[in-house]
């Protein structure tokens, strides 16, 4: 059986879309960050497992995965006839491993940043100033994302994958933080957001 650990819109609703896509038989437990008590990313039982004390976190019998873009592509490799990520092409998987690649180093990091400096970092670790910065970041980053997707309907080998969920949920990280998103990747967003696998998350998280 599958577990997977994880808390509303945070990295790990990307491993819960991938599950659902995925149609693996999976349980989800609800983790709740920073805290140290019973069912808590502090607590002694979590951090066994994951010893950062972060999510989202993937058991599959003895394997465990802490790292969102390697879950997803696990969960991928588990179910090759759903083709949610290439396998018989290498250089389209070349493709798909950069394009993953950008997202986690690249366009996710101003919202990373945002959030430590907003609520995850202590107070007096907390650099104000810092939010012009990310702003011009993710601007930067947009532009990138521009020639990435070159009006594609999705992120690689135009059909949907691993990668649409990486940016998908990226691109609604930013939206929640207040960040400036050109109309179209919003329709992207809400778009991929309509999948019956994604609904199904989002209905996942939000009953916790």
């Not at 430590?116 to 100033?129: C, G, I, Q, S």
């Not at 059909?159 to 329709?187: H, K, M, S």
């Amino acid at each position: 059986m599958i577990r997977l650990y994880g808390s509303g819109q945070a990295r790990s609703f990307r491993a819960l879309w991938a599950l659902e896509e995925a149609g693996l038989d999976f349980e989800y437990h609800h983790v709740k960050i920073g805290q140290s008590d019973e069912g808590g990313s502090r607590h002694p039982s979590y951090l066994a497992l994951n010893a950062q004390g972060k999510i989202p976190t993937l058991v599959h019998d003895d394997l465990v995965l802490t790292e969102s873009a390697a879950i997803v592509n696990y969960i991928a490799a588990l179910a090759p006839e759903k083709q949610l990520m290439p396998f018989d092409d290498h250089a389209l998987r070349a493709k798909y491993d950069e394009f993953c690649f950008f997202v986690l180093s690249d366009l996710e990091q101003p919202l990373w940043t945002t959030g430590k400096h907003r609520f995850v970092l202590p107070e007096a670790y907390r650099v104000e100033a810092v939010f012009n910065t990310v702003q011009w970041e993710f601007k930067r980053s947009l532009k990138a994302l521009d020639h990435y997707m070159d009006d594609q309907e999705f992120a690689v080998g135009n059909r949907f994958t691993c990668a649409d969920i990486l940016l998908a949920q990226t691109i609604n990280w930013a939206l929640r933080f207040g960040f400036d998103v050109p109309q179209p990747y919003q329709e992207y967003r809400e778009r991929l957001y309509q999948r019956p696998a994604c609904q199904r998350a989002v209905k996942a998280v939000t009953s916790k």
